[in-house]
């Protein structure tokens, strides 16, 4: 029997003793002792193993106050690198009280729920500590405020400081210095900005961090991950000390994400190897410093599916792990000079940005640079290269890979979608009712103009070798141009429309019909072209496939007399349309 795969399993202790496949980065504890950092902060994107390395900390560092597990939890670490280190870095072991805390469940409508998530979050921790309340060194007064604290009846100004308070409390219980762990720092932040209570939200993060990281005594070091380094003016005020490592860092480029040799070693494991090309396509492409790293959430997921059957399709994995609201706002506020960016990254292409990594949520619209930013260090963009100009750091960004390039085209489509709703195509329908392919030609291309269009350009992906098939770049095409007729034809109440392009079976893309079979009937032919010049030809040929494949058979078996026939082809912005009678 293999190992199981740990899919959504975060607990360091549980993968261990549940047997689950580890990809050992214990030598994260390495580098953090070498470089000794007394506040670090590590931003990396979202299911890129931030939570299960401060999980994989919290077992190596902890004094649970229990000698017997204390013992266990140095056994989880007894076949894993670490340990080859040596005693300067063993000895570290169980050796200090941990406070761990996260934050990521406090992704709330309003204020008052997130805050109460916290205040839970808090709390756990102040109960998972309660062992200390057997110290005569803590006062009776603070032995009372610790409690309410735990039992979840103290107040907010209480809240906004007890993780000092708590490592006031851990150092007079057993005069250690205790190691701090803050996780997902900036989810509540995150859906602060985009939920209206952002101020609110800052304030009170302000205050939880402040105290315990600006001028704690007792503070050994500590570890805190998210996805975004938010400004220090606005989280980490005064935080001299404060260590920033962001995707860009060549220190610990390797210990989030997959590197080519664990997939590599991973996929040889689990006998899988020959789909080793897929896996890079799609979940390959992120360049952390300068270390190549996957997705590891998407490896894993894709591996648990490949055990069971070698041929499985890949999925865009990462799509269902968060709102992706970065993107919507994207597109949604995207002006044409954007919408034209966002077309040149889909098609394979670079986009070259000022790195400005001090950013705040409120200011991530203020100009096109630090959105831009913001998708870089979430994971929706990775550096090409980077370059040095003006006394500032410039990056070549893409769009990492295939996963990452269908987040971008599925939520253009359900924007694309929602548009449409909102437009009136009475006149297109008038057009192809009297067959005037002028009229149709310029509707579409009016509104093309105003879309955000992707081409799949295979042959530019980053990732990719020889994936340069035509074919590939027609079914992404067709993909888009199909969504967009579709949903502009749907619009119509007079008619229905049945969308024959995910049957594959040989009939004609689009039917649409009038409710009753003595009304009207069209048949929709689309092509994508290859050059603008090939536009009326590929219309043609659009049109004379109908008749050759006899596509309005379908419409005659179910009664229809009045058909008409459409080749329509495009390319990029433009389009043209070719009428045809439907032969009885």
């Known amino acids: ?79 894993l690198k670490i340990m080859e280190q040596g005693k300067e870095y063993t000895e570290h072991m169980g050796e200090y009280p941990v406070i761990n805390l996260t934050l990521k469940s406090a992704k709330q409508p309003t204020f008052e729920s997130a805050y109460g998530k916290m205040r ?52 007079l219980a057993t005069d250690k210095k205790t190691v701090v762990l803050i996780d997902e ?41 998210g996805c975004l380094r938010i400004s220090k003016e606005s989280i980490f005020t005064g935080l001299n000390h404060l260590n920033i490592i962001s995707i860009l860092d060549k220190k610990y480029s390797e210990h989030f994400g997959f590197t080519e040799e664990e997939v590599h ?34 490896v894993i997921k894709f591996l648990y599916d490949l055990y069971s059957d070698v041929g499985a399709f890949p999925h865009p994995y990462w799509i269902n792990t968060s709102s992706n ?19 040149r990254l889909l098609e394979g292409g670079t986009l070259d940005i000022q790195v400005h990594e001090e950013v705040t949520y409120e200011d991530m619209y203020s100009n096109g640079e630090n959105l831009w930013n913001f998708l870089y260090f979430t994971g929706y963009l990775t550096k090409e290269s980077e ?14 890979n295939i996963e990452v390039k269908t987040i971008y085209q599925n939520t253009i489509l359900n924007w694309l979608k929602a548009v449409i709703k909102k437009e009136d195509f009475h006149d297109l329908y008038l057009a192809m009712e009297e067959g005037d392919t002028q009229k149709m030609t310029d509707i579409l291309n009016g509104q093309l103009f105003r879309t955000i269009s992707f081409y799949d350009s295979a042959e530019n992906l980053p990732t990719g070798k020889a994936t340069t098939k035509s074919s ?52 929709l032919e689309l092509k994508v072209s290859g050059s603008i010049t090939d536009l009326e030809n590929d219309a043609e040929k659009a049109l004379q496939q109908i008749y050759d494949k006899r596509y309005m058979e379908e419409l005659r078996a179910e009664g229809y007399r009045k058909i008409d026939c459409y080749g329509i082809s495009f390319f990029r912005k433009d389009c043209e349309v070719r009428f045809g009678k439907g032969q009885d």
């Not at 998972?128 to 100004?157: M, N, P, V």
């Not at 900036?186 to 600006?214: H, N, Q, T, W």
């Not at 039917?511 to 048949?523: D, I, T």
Request: aromatic fraction near 16%; proline fraction near 2%.
């Open 1 to 79: 029997m293999k190992k199981a795969l740990p899919v959504g399993v975060e607990n360091f202790e549980d993968i261990v003793k549940s047997g689950y496949y580890y990809v050992d980065k214990t030598m994260f504890i390495k580098e953090l002792l070498d470089l000794k950092g007394k506040v670090n902060l590590f931003t990396r994107p979202r299911r890129f193993g931030k939570t299960l390395n401060l999980s994989m900390l919290r077992y190596f560092f902890e004094d649970t106050g229990d000698a017997k597990k204390n013992e266990e939890n140095k056994s989880l670490f007894c076949s």
């Open 120 to 171: 839970n979050a808090i709390a756990d921790e102040f109960q998972r500590h309660q062992y200390i309340l057997t110290s005569e060194k803590i006062s009776g007064e603070d032995k009372k405020l610790f409690e309410r604290i735990a039992d979840r009846k103290a107040e907010y100004d209480d809240y906004s400081g007890a993780l000092v308070f708590l490592c006031n409390c851990l150092y």
């Open 185 to 225: 720092y900036d989810v509540p932040l995150e859906g602060a900005y985009f939920r209206g209570f952002y101020e609110e939200m800052v304030d009170f993060i302000r205050s939880l961090f402040e105290s315990v990281l600006k001028t704690n005594q007792y503070l050994q070091f500590a570890v805190i991950t």
């Open 265 to 298: 070693r991973m996929m040889s494991y689990y006998e899988v190897e020959s789909r080793f090309s897929t896996m890079k396509e799609w979940y390959d492409g992120y360049l952390f410093g300068d270390m190549e790293v996957y997705n590891p959430w998407s």
């Open 325 to 343: 609201d970065i993107i919507k706002e994207l597109i949604v506020r995207a002006d044409r000079e954007t919408k034209g960016q966002i077309e």
């Open 387 to 400: 370059y040095f100009k003006e006394s500032s750091i410039f990056l070549r960004a893409r769009i990492p």
């Open 472 to 523: 590939k770049r027609q079914n992404s095409s067709v993909c888009f141009y199909h969504a967009f007729l579709t949903g502009i034809l749907s619009q119509s109440e007079n008619y229905l429309v049945k969308s024959n392009r995910e049957m594959g079976n040989g009939r004609s893309d689009i039917l649409v019909k009038s409710p009753s079979l003595r009304g009207r009937s069209f048949v």
